[in-house]
């Protein structure tokens, strides 16, 4: 059975950081690539950071220079350190198995003075 779990989510301020976390189980993690998506409050899933097997990395526009992907395959773990947190990087945030429907059931970040 394969599983997604996020962590680290919470309520930071403005300027602040976070780092999120995610784990896999029942897959091989290192040959997966893996994506980092988030949902605002009233709006559409987007696509936030991916990494490759092999870290090939991709950042959406609007969270470049400030979140870092990384991903420690004996940990089966795809990392998301976020600094210089925003109030519009409000959102729950998820982790995906690219190319499966494997998600995981989110993290709630808020970023709020």
């Known amino acids: 059975q394969v599983q997604v779990v996020e962590s680290g989510g919470g309520l930071v301020q403005p300027g602040g950081s976070l780092r999120l976390s995610c784990t896999t189980s029942?897959?091989?993690?290192?040959?997966?690539?893996m994506g980092w998506y988030r949902q605002p409050p009233g709006k559409q899933r987007e696509w936030v950071a991916s990494?490759?097997?092999?870290?090939?990395?991709h950042y959406a526009d609007s969270i470049k220079g400030r979140f870092t992907i990384s991903r420690d395959n004996p940990k089966n773990t795809v990392y998301l350190q976020m600094n210089n947190l925003k109030p519009e990087d409000t959102a729950v945030y998820y982790c995906?198995?690219?190319?499966?429907?494997?998600w995981g059931q989110g993290t709630q970040v808020t970023v709020s003075s």
């Open positions: 029942g897959r091989i993690f290192g040959i997966d690539p």
């Open positions: 995906k198995i690219i190319g499966t429907d494997y």
């Open positions: 990494i490759s097997p092999v870290n090939d990395i």
